[in-house]
């Protein structure tokens, strides 16, 4: 059979569960996930090559207002995911309404002429089926969508359906990426994310949003099979930085501790891990400290 591919961008508004859609449907944790909004600050690529079909997926930031130079670089991140794509998948949370984030992306694909779909997604957290109608004809209104898949990126109802809707959407001409190809995330970056998710995790409401994570040093020690790690958290004020320390440093110790069991389970090594704070003070407005960040907008140009 001829090998066929699409690539297809997830949006919608935040924390609607497209990263862990992603993730459900790759089988692999590539893209952190939180309860709290604005989880996902730039473009993740992730690969799904299966059936004869590959599908090569662009997780996308949340799209809201955009407040500081940070947001102005997702939103941008976002414009040009869906430009470049050949389909999108516009995830809803279940038993939701339609707000100008939804009607935006429609407008959008409109205006592009792109095949979307829409996946309903957290189905898990309904007590019956009963609101999923009136739900799909409101939204199937805004926009004719080549399909309506109802989903819980939790439990894995309706992913193997989305995942059958999305390769029709593909063509023929071969793969992009080699078969056995995830993600185009570096692995500095993948564990920055991991230690990223821990402080969205443990830290409570504006400070993990003032937060960025960069890996400095990621080393094999030499006949061993560990990793040695060096990482900083930059955040925005000393007072932060407390918090973020802990008493004694125990918030820190607790942050480090999960990370790391969670880049062992996906590197497959030991890890010793070494994490510092250090302030920099209004960043997300920094353009040249995004750039340093790995936030950076010259791709888009
Ligand atoms: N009950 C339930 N919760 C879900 C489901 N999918 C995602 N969640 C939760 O919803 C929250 C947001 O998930 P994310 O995957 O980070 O959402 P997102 O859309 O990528 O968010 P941003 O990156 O901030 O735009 C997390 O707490 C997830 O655990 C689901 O199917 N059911
Ligand atoms: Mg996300």
Redesign the pocket.
């Known amino acids: 059979m001829e090998k066929r591919s699409a690539f297809i961008a997830?949006v919608?508004?935040?924390?609607?569960?497209?990263?862990?859609?992603?993730?459900?449907m790759l089988r692999q944790k590539i893209?952190?996930?939180?309860?709290?909004?604005?989880?996902?600050?730039t473009r993740i690529m992730g690969v799904l090559t299966e059936n004869d079909v590959q599908l090569v997926f662009i997780?996308?930031?949340?799209?809201h207002k955009p407040r500081n130079s940070l947001d102005k670089y997702m939103l941008r991140s976002v414009n040009e995911s869906v430009a470049g794509v050949d389909a999108c998948v516009l995830?809803v949370e279940a038993d939701s309404n339609i707000t100008e984030g939804e009607k935006m992306f429609a407008e959008k694909f409109r205006s592009l002429g792109l095949p979307a779909i829409l996946a309903i997604?957290?189905?898990?957290?309904l007590k019956t089926k009963e609101k999923l109608a009136p739900q799909i004809a409101e939204l199937s209104k805004l926009y004719d969508f080549s399909a309506v898949v109802p989903?819980?990126?939790?439990?894995g109802?309706g992913i193997d359906d989305l995942k059958a809707e999305l390769r029709k959407l593909s063509s023929e001409g071969g793969y992009m990426f080699d078969e056995d190809t995830l993600t185009d995330q570096p692995e500095r970056v993948l564990a920055a994310e991991m230690i990223r998710e821990k402080l969205l995790r443990l830290l409570d409401k504006e400070i993990p949003h003032g937060t960025a994570v960069f890996v400095e040093k990621m080393r094999e020690r030499s006949g061993s099979d560990i990793i040695d790690m060096d990482a900083v958290i930059y955040c925005e004020r000393d007072s932060h930085k407390g918090i973020i320390i802990g008493k004694g440093g125990s918030m820190l110790k607790k942050i480090g501790s999960y990370a790391r069991q969670d880049m062992e389970r996906f590197f497959g090594c030991r890890i010793n891990l070494q994490i510092w704070v250090k302030v920099k003070e209004d960043w997300r407005n920094r353009e040249g400290i995004l750039r340093s960040l790995g936030y950076d907008n010259s791709d888009f140009d």
């Open positions: 997830i919608g508004r935040p924390n609607v569960g497209k990263s862990s859609l992603l993730n459900k893209a952190i996930v939180s309860s709290k909004p604005q989880t996902t600050r997780d996308t930031p949340g799209l995830v997604n957290k189905t898990d957290t989903c819980s990126a939790q439990t109802e």
